[in-house]
């Protein structure tokens, strides 16, 4: 019996990727945890995959982010991070302490960011905005 095609093969399809095992371990690697860091994504591939390549990894990661299935965010001294979440604009809010990344929605609806005051005359299609703070849990800790 042949399994159903999972969501991650349906969406490779309909970036016209061919399905491949390592594609569909690391986009389903990503699905399941958001803001994954390469080491995380290697890790969680090899638990699915046995033996697999850091290149082979970066390769897949690289062919995902150019087809615009993952987005890569690399926020000032963090690693790469990647997420399934593309094409919305959303910013995210880093922990200085403990680097831990959540999703912040574009503040005022329609991806108002995109209206740069002056544009130059580039035609824009993202804005990179990263909210710098401390996560509760390190407020917790460093007020306990
Ligand atoms: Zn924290
Ligand atoms: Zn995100």
């Known amino acids: 019996m042949v399994p159903p095609p999972s969501d991650v093969e349906q969406l490779l399809r309909a970036a ?3 399905v491949t095992r390592p594609r569909v371990a690391v986009l389903g690697a990503v699905q ?3 803001h994954a860091s390469t080491d995380a994504i290697i890790e969680a591939v090899r638990r699915d995959l046995g033996e697999v390549s850091h290149q082979a990894v970066y390769d897949v990661l690289r062919a995902l982010t150019t087809a615009g299935l993952l987005r890569r965010i690399q926020p000032s001294g963090s690693v790469a991070r990647y997420e399934t979440r ?3 604009n959303h910013h995210h809010v880093v922990c200085r302490s403990c680097g831990t990344i959540a999703d912040v929605d574009c503040a005022v609806e329609e991806v108002p960011c995109l209206t740069a005051s002056d544009d130059h005359g580039f035609v824009i299609d ?3 905005v990263v909210y710098w ?3 509760t849990q390190c407020a917790a800790r460093a007020a306990g």
């Open 16 to 18: 016209s990727l061919r």
């Open 32 to 34: 399941d945890s958001p």
């Open 86 to 88: 593309v094409g919305d």
């Open 126 to 128: 993202e804005a990179e």
């Open 133 to 135: 703070g401390t996560c």
